[in-house]
Nanobody
Framework: QVQLVESGGGLVQAGGSLRLSCAAS????????MAWFRQAPGKEREFVAAINWSGTSTGYADSMKGRVTISRDSAKNTVYLQMNSLKPEDTAVYYC???????????????????WGQGTQVTVSS
């Protein structure tokens, strides 16, 4: 069992930046793929970014490419999401998620992730 806790959300003006963190406890996440998703009110949860277990491969949603960077620090058992040039449409609750099986590849589908954090609110004002 792994517990994930997101932090770093908040209110930012359009064009600003935020760095989200996802700290894991209960087991190491150094050997599993991790991802960030987001969910805006009235919308389905959508993929934002993912990183493989070794940190050598990443994937991004088309809407976020060039504006976000996912990274991981195995020593800290933490995954990060650096978000730049934020837009009002980026307003959502952001969740980190972990795959269950070690060394399995990342995916874009939320139902293929076993563990989830409680989410952190990101609000971008115009």
């Amino acid at each position: 069992q792994v517990q994930l806790v997101e932090s770093g959300g908040g209110l930012v003006q359009a064009g600003g930046s935020l760095r989200l963190s996802c700290a894991a406890s209960g087991r190491t996440i150094s050997n599993v793929a991790m991802a960030w998703f987001r969910q805006a009110p009235g919308k389905e949860r959508e993929f934002v970014a993912a990183i493989n277990w070794s940190g050598t491969s990443t994937g991004y949603a088309d809407s976020m490419k060039g504006r976000v960077t996912i990274s991981r620090d195995s020593a800290k058992n933490t995954v990060y999401l650096q978000m730049n040039s934020l837009k009002p449409e980026d307003t959502a609750v952001y969740y980190c998620a972990s795959r269950l099986a070690i060394f399995s590849p990342y995916t874009y589908k939320p139902n293929e992730y076993a563990y989830w954090g409680q989410g952190t609110q990101v609000t971008v004002s115009s």
